[in-house]
């Protein structure tokens, strides 16, 4: 038998040596692809006559690879688990428009979700994976992301959003005189409400930067409560508990409803917000749309809140 052949011949009894590698049993394989135990032993010895080699040692109580066994087995799983990618992909495009986004959570529950059905709108299904982590572009794990912070991002194909900016910001049923607010953020019995991910970072989402850049001195400063995530800060301001430190894209639609009200200056941050992706995926039509797509979408945002 040729070489061609004999891959051949493996190939087709990927399936079978897959299932009784994992099971070390005929009878638990021959269940595991719903046949018969003889059929399964049949193949196994047509195999074997075929490549000349025992594949299986059937003289112990428990069934055990020998060791050409072992290798063609373990070919055989890769070979299944190849396949299995592949038809994940086939799946994934027959989704016409779906790509996996990801982005922090504090984004998504304050704008990115509210925006959605004017993706679906224009055909562009969005499938969201929240996480504040850096997304592994390699595993796979998104097609593309969003991300704040310094950018452009080394090896990435990296597009900028639009430039951010932190407000400080109370409830919307505080009193509206600006004396009023001005003497709100110089009080020092006033709590402040901060973000822990912010104040640990470097993207400049802290009251320390914020406090540097309007040349206000807070000695040994520290927020009276503080949150893992921006959005849950930005709702104890809502909520009255206290002054919160608002950016760009999620505050503007509180603003808007009257949830949420501005005080003292606003202080351009270094840091901004990135589209990025893998180079191959950037030059699909699909990254185009969703850039596209989402810079609408900032516009609208940044231009509705002037």
Partial sequence: MDRGEAISKLIQASPILTAIATELSFTKAAERLGVDQSAVSHRVKALEDALGHTLFDRTTRALRLTEIGETLCHAAIDNMASWDTALDKVERSRSTNLIRLSLPSSLAMKWLIPALPNAGAINLKIALDVKEEAVDFQAKAADAAIRFGPGPYPGLHSTHLCHCWIQPVVSGNYPSHQDDHERLMDNLKTPFLADLRGEADKTDFSWGYYFSKINSVKDDFN????????????????????????????????????????IGASVRMRSSYWLVCSSSFAESNRFKRLRAWLKSEVQATTVKAE
């Fill in 223 to 262: 927020a009276d409560y503080q949150f893992d995530r921006a959005d849950l800060m930005l709702q104890a301001a809502i909520s009255g508990l206290g002054v919160g430190l608002g950016r760009t894209l999620l505050i503007e639609a509180d603003i808007e409803a009257g949830y949420l009200k501005t």
